[in-house]
């Protein structure tokens, strides 16, 4: 029975979630430096073309239709039968193209989430053919295990209600074996490169926890209880996040920065995004204040110790909050919150833990042998970096044409 | 002739221009520069990253006065900008060769005024 409520917000959560790429874009366009902006712009609204073709063609199918525990089946390529009938495993009261098309928003933006970690330094076409091998191999198989009728992180128990392994997890590994495979940036020895842009950054962080709300209270898929539970978790677990990592600023530095307080912001939003539709409020004010903790730990000590060139710290802020909220959700999920959810560690369900610590690490491992495999053969097909003189006159120019930034006039 | 160029802090240019415009020195060039002296520059912090001896920004003048006017000058923008800490800039004193007003053909000194 289709509800017209229902429909209406997930349809506007999906254009919400949609938002969300673009300001990706600028959250990191802000980041790298004036050469490079229009390549971290151009790489974000490609993934928007060219995911969401992939999408309706074969990756919907791929990641949703009935198969087995680890892959979908090939009935709805081309979204062949989707249509505007409820489907009732994965929402009983839409249409079922609805659900297609807000899914659809997150198979785009995870791809682009990896963006931050080889950013300044891949070319256009490696990048290209990688992002679309990799939401091929990657996300639609991981998708399907999570949330797929059959999938075998579903079949076990797990708990991910917006996707904090398949996007956030399985996009902020590539994101570190990436930057680890393709090196460091040039000339970066002595002084790390600053953002060309922070108001940039600001803008697009603010846009992302606007998109968020999609993102997560969508994911309840019917205007109800449980999207206005998510919707408040996730407001409240963004600001305990973003004032916490401020406060370790201002403890540790010195003095609070913008830039902190929008990274703790972002990892916050990355925390809840699991947990959203099982936890309570007070649950999620501790689960921001510990995801700025350890967030703000690997990228201040982590990184530079290990000396990785994660360019914007997709890892450290996306995988590592990814497995924080994950693991939280194992602690802190309540069936009093949802009914159908389950009893975290702290509720007395051990059990719940140690699934949730199995998903994040089959995540990893097969995200880290998948990333590692599709890298190399791009790498030897196409080359993945581009020249050192291309480099150091940026991605604009020599992958683009374009510059974003004129002088006069 | 003389080409006064001066190296200032940017939050200083507005008592300086009052100071110039009270000597009656109207005619300015101003462009935003970076550089650094003994201040040795700033240190930034970008989520915990230390950037130490980056550029700072300052703020440097051109003012091309007659030989009368020089010291008057000079006077102006030290009054404007001085703090009496480091980073309050530098003064250079240069001969000018020619000056020709574009307008009227003008040569020499009577083109600056």
Redesign the interface.
């Known amino acids: 029975m289709i509800n017209s409520g229902d429909t209406a917000f997930v349809l506007f959560s999906a254009a919400l979630v949609m938002l969300m790429t673009p300001a990706l874009a600028f959250f990191y366009g802000g980041m790298v430096r004036r050469k490079n902006i229009l390549g971290i712009l151009m790489q974000c609204f490609i993934i928007l073309c060219v995911i969401s073709i992939e999408w309706v063609v074969y990756g919907y199918s791929l990641s949703f239709a009935p198969g087995n525990g680890f892959i979908g089946g090939l009935q709805w390529l081309g979204l062949n039968g989707v249509g505007f009938e409820p489907y009732a495993d994965y929402a009983a009261t839409i249409p079922h193209q609805a659900f297609m098309i807000y899914q659809g928003m997150f198979a785009i933006i995870t791809p682009a989430l990896i963006i931050g970690a080889f950013a300044e330094r891949m070319k256009f076409s490696a990048f290209l053919l990688f992002t679309i091998l990799w939401a091929t191999l990657v996300y639609n198989p991981v998708c399907h295990w999570v949330w797929g009728v059959g999938g075998w992180f579903k079949n076990m128990g797990a708990l991910d209600f917006a996707g904090g392994t398949v996007v956030h997890i399985s996009a902020g590994v590539a994101a570190l074996v990436t930057a680890i495979l393709i090196g460091r940036r040039k000339n970066i020895e002595h002084s790390t490169p600053t953002p060309h842009n922070l108001p940039f950054i600001v803008l697009g962080t603010g846009l992302l926890w606007f998109g968020w709300f999609g993102f997560n209270a969508g994911s309840a898929l019917a205007a109800n209880g449980l999207a206005v539970n998510a919707f408040v978790v996730t407001n409240t677990s963004a600001a305990a996040a973003g004032l916490t990592w401020a406060i370790i600023e201002w403890l540790k530095n010195g003095k609070p920065t913008i830039f902190g307080t929008v990274s703790g912001i972002v990892a916050g939003l990355v925390a809840i995004t699991p947990a959203a539709g099982f936890v309570s409020v007070m649950s999620a004010i501790v689960i921001g204040m510990f995801v700025s903790v350890i967030c703000f730990f690997a990228v201040s000590v982590i990184k530079p110790a290990l000396k990785y060139d994660d360019s914007l710290d997709v890892f450290g802020v996306h995988c590592m909050g990814g497995i924080w909220g994950a693991l939280a959700t194992g602690l802190f999920a309540s069936k009093a919150v949802n009914p159908a959810g389950a009893d975290g560690l702290f509720f007395g369900n051990p059990k719940q833990f140690m699934v949730q610590a199995v998903t994040v690490l089959a995540t990893i491992v097969y995200s880290v042998i998948l990333t590692v495999i599709i890298y190399k053969v791009v790498d030897l097909m196409i080359g993945m970096r581009v020249t050192e003189k291309e480099e150091l006159m940026g991605l604009d120019l020599t992958q683009h044409h374009e510059r974003a930034y004129t002088i006069l006039e | 002739m003389k080409l006064i160029i001066a190296i200032i802090q940017p939050y200083k240019l507005e008592e300086v221009k009052e100071e110039l415009y009270k000597s009656d020195i109207n005619l300015i060039t101003v462009s935003e520069v970076l550089g650094h002296g003994r201040q040795k520059g700033v240190t ?6 230390r ?1 130490t ?2 550029l700072l920004r300052k703020i440097r003048l051109e003012i091309a006065v007659n030989d009368n006017f020089v010291e008057k000058t000079i006077k102006a923008i030290s009054k404007g900008s001085k703090t009496g800490e480091t980073g309050d800039g530098k003064i250079f004193v240069l001969d000018l060769n020619e000056c020709v007003r574009i307008r009227t053909d003008e040569r020499g000194p009577e083109a600056i005024g």
């Open positions: 930034e912090v970008y989520r915990s990253a950037e001896g980056n």
